[in-house]
């Protein structure tokens, strides 16, 4: 082995601290064989193309990036002029932990919005387009949307569906961060097509990292009038792999035999039982319904102390005394009922 | 097997078509190992920054990044102000293959200079000072040379060092685009640290992808005031990933043992043999020296055209009847014996 | 005559409604002689130059540039890098009214606080530091504040002293959008530099086509760290006038002789004026105090409709029914008169 | 009279150092009249607007801006996307002189031609158009000429239209930037049509400052598809004056009784008197024809030396001796005899 690494604890700060699940890492493995063309010409990256059609439909086109934080970016890149405007969240991931890629790398403003839960109405919208056509401010163009949100809540198909239809009666496009796509769908038990191409989605992305692959992410484009663009942004916005059958094998992977919806419920699955196992405990309660892979709760600081020395999870606000705590397609129901064991026993010391 | 892949013909094109050296594979796999903190907090990353320290040096900073464009826009950005320009040779990636991320992402003025051979000399950097210090003008503040150029041809290190000379004498840095460091070491037989941190390069990328791994590259500071922007500069450039000891991983297994170093001379020898081959080929010459793993050489349209149906590479400059054949570190003596059978027959039958 | 110009009703839109002061008027035909060198290097510029230390201390230097949105574009760009934030007020003009320039132009995420009366506090910068250092968070460099406010109030002398060694003591500049800094130094009866040199401000603008320039605005640097980069901003951001005298004059005759206090301590007068008159107008009420030249009131629709017929202004929210009134240099008491009588009649007969 | 100005000897350095044409002046004056809307809504922005459509054909639509270099910026971005690039002379302004503004505000690589005089040919766009359709490189969609041309060249109509033609033909636009297009529609003795709408140019600057304006430039838009976003990016690109009518009023003065071709006529002559007045001074030689009111000549160092004690003028490139010569519409020819007279003296005892 080469390197001799630390052993660290079970991780309940991110789906990020997860590793491969087994059948991905058998298909980078087994995508290891004699030499291909690079950058998407090659039979790995048409396999992964066909299965975005057949999972999201025939007018679905996927392109595969690195990262999450690149493809919101290409998609978004997508939808957006020079003086144009995003109206999101103020929880979104694009407006507050991306670095201000935003900013800097699309050249636009975010309209950010306060929200219960995360989660965007078609009334914000509507609220901010008294702008349109002045050319002193900028102008919306997108309405991105996180599925999951970053509160763990999710989007109905019928509330994307009236965030679609309200965003595109005022000639915006609507963007769904997919990061935690999958998350979503396995809560509503409904297919990937459902809440995204027959909700009116536009452009969104369809997230492997956090659900089980090593490093992969598709943006999908259901405009056709963007498909175009797409291959020279992903190469500009420095998210084209050169060795690309390595990425889109895990995405085929993900997608194949719905592995995507296995370890995505299962993470949801452990979500819940975290939830469940402290409703009785004193002095802790949840913030936001669980609706994914994240349970976010109010806890005392000494007993949130406590139980960092053990395990790795982040403070959400910590001034408000709020964790975030999160699952992932490898956690086991023994680790929570470990965790739930050693939250009880801080908080009844506390 | 998940995807029942085509065969592909044994690729000249590019270092890129290889896949993944089989250590390097190892190392993934062993990396997937329970959980880890996410985005380089982990023991994987800790192995990958000493070991660049061991290999360029103490005062060496080493990050990890997703591809080579994004090395070498993250290296750049550091040195970079808003009205700022990059003298680099005109065939110089950044400038002709990043798809102009080096004008969208970093916002300056590349000034392109014609060279021979692919490199820049001290005379070219004085010759552009002209303008250093009217406002009309865009100010040079950074050289970047390519560490094999693209093509082919390899900077000593005493030319390195009278760049980094006549750079620093005029109050500008150094950046190497090192996507193939590893094969001009080879070449010169020397250490890493030698045509780097030893000639006075400020800032580099070194490169993992073309020579064996899946993607990892690494950016690397040797400015001691310029590595606190590294980590909000990856993040912002889209080339953070999450899970990152898999990029480490890499990495290290890349610089351990000096598998960097036999990968890239087994390619430069590879290189070698096929231009060894063609010398006395009739109609076929090489058009520049074979000082890495590339190969560029004329030849008659229809042997192009001949030898394109049964093997993959690029036309150089078609209009000139110029190839480039690349070679890679799983290029065997028998795949470029085949080649260069069929290159005969070829230019036989033309 | 070449224009038969219509003749516009006097305007309470807007101190951009006004026109030129004849003295004003009167430098810009005195500067037509002969010929002069161009970009700022002439007599009058220089003279310009030395009006800026002479009002603002031997350490200020100032740039003249075309507009307000100029003005703080090229400020604050001498204070910002790649991945910064600025901390403002949500009805910051930069934020709200330049067409995404601060996003698109500096590539920076505005923090917009949301405040009483358009004023920034310490608290608010304090509340807004915690991603410091934090790789996925924007990085705030730069505290921006208006004065006047968009709401037509004024920081005093010690608020804006509180405000800076806030921002200081966090490792943050300090900005002023000084579009209608003689505003507020006639508000508080002080000088100019006792509210912006004096007040620890770093970069300010000061702003002379509001108050009966043509076109001509000033950026004014205090940290002399920062000179050296304007005259290369400036230009880059389009703000270069290539006959500058005919700029320069204009900001030496407005700073001499306190021409710029007589302006504008007369057009707060006006304003106070007009907002003494409706005090006692049925459904009419100020939402703002009246501390520079603007007045905001709501009002009854139908009174507003009634009074847009006859007078140029504008709605600021039109669903809460607040209107924006300003005064300028060249607004008359008559002129005040005359729209209090018919906002009056307006009122009564709603 | 406020500033007590040095006066400074006749200046043939550049046309921007003449002064403001006294009827342009009047017309200043003019406008001061009462209360007008800002930022264009007032009558002397639509008579301008009417007489740009006189002047160039019902389908053109002007815009008035501040400054040549905003002129090109705005008129560009109506055209550009992210990944786009501009094909130009390598003597362009916007690539020499803009500060890198192309660059940064435009996000776009220039690809830079060797042009014979300064003039680009068809041949020139069609060979840089390989590029085409590749995701890795800048996709051309812009062909950028100047008129007159930085070397004091003009294109033809013939020549401009063979130009649109090719650009046209692969998908490219053709902007013209027409600081001097006074100066070249003076040459042909042709109208301003002429060698903009009739000749196929889609979008191109028309320039009042060195024509005699105090700083106005005019963006015009002949391709209606393009026209709805001007207001947005001049705003964004800080060239909206707010003060609009005294900018209006100035093109509206130039673009009347043909005062653009008296002008640049009378500044033409000045430069052919000059031109031909040094063909017979020995070790002095013109180097490109005389077009405009530019004359570019080879001279000794000695005599450049002893004229710039008494005259105002550049080098444009001191290696090779060379200095650039400019006229203006205020250049008397006693100015240019003098000139002449202090040019033989200081050639005959060199």
């Not at 297919?191 to 452009?203: M, N």
């Not at 956090?210 to 490093?215: D, I």
């Not at 889109?248 to 296995?262: G, I, V």
């Not at 976010?296 to 020395?309: D, G, N, Q, S, Y």
């Amino acid at each position: 082995m080469l390197i001799d690494s630390t052993t660290y604890p079970k991780s309940f700060a991110s789906d990020n601290h997860a590793g491969v699940h087994p059948t991905i890492l058998e298909a980078i493995v087994a995508a290891n064989h004699g030499d291909a063309p690079a950058y998407g010409d090659d039979s790995w990256t048409a396999a992964f193309e066909d299965k975005i059609k057949e999972v999201f439909g025939a007018g679905a086109e996927g392109f595969a990036v690195l990262n999450g934080a690149g493809a919101n970016m290409v998609g978004l890149a997508l939808m957006l002029g020079r003086y144009d405007a995003i109206i999101c969240a103020n929880s979104a991931h694009i407006a507050t932990h991306e670095a201000g890629a935003a900013e800097r790398l699309l050249g636009v403003k975010l309209m950010m919005v306060s929200t219960e839960h995360g989660k965007l109405r078609p009334a914000d919208i509507e609220a901010r387009l008294d702008g349109l056509g002045n050319p002193h401010e900028s102008q919306p163009t997108v309405v991105s949307i996180s599925q999951a949100t970053e509160l763990g809540t999710c989007y109905s198909p019928d509330e994307i569906a009236a965030l679609a239809e309200s965003a595109h009666a005022a000639g915006l496009r609507l963007h769904m961060d997919g990061a935690r796509l999958a998350n979503a769908a396995a809560y509503f038990g409904c297919g990937l097509k459902a809440i995204t191409t027959d909700a009116g989605v536009d452009v969104f992305s369809f997230g492997g990292t956090k659900n089980g692959a090593l490093a992969a992410e598709a943006v999908v484009v259901l405009d056709p009038s963007l498909t175009d663009a797409v291959p020279f942004l992903r190469r500009q916005s420095l998210q084209l792999a050169s060795k690309m059958r390595f990425i889109s094998a895990q995405l085929s992977a993900l997608l194949m035999d719905d592995l995507w919806r296995r370890n995505a419920a299962h993470a949801n699955q452990m979500a819940v039982r975290l939830a469940d196992g402290i409703t009785d405990v004193p002095g802790i309660s949840l913030t936001q319904p669980v609706q994914s892979n994240a349970v976010f709760a109010t806890l005392p600081p000494i007993v949130a102390e406590t139980l960092r020395r053990r395990y790795l999870f982040h403070h959400w606000d910590e001034a408000a005394g709020i964790v975030r705590w999160m699952t992932a397609f490898d956690t086991t129901p023994e680790h929570v009922d470990d965790f739930l064991d050693d939250i009880r026993k801080a908080a009844a010391t506390a």
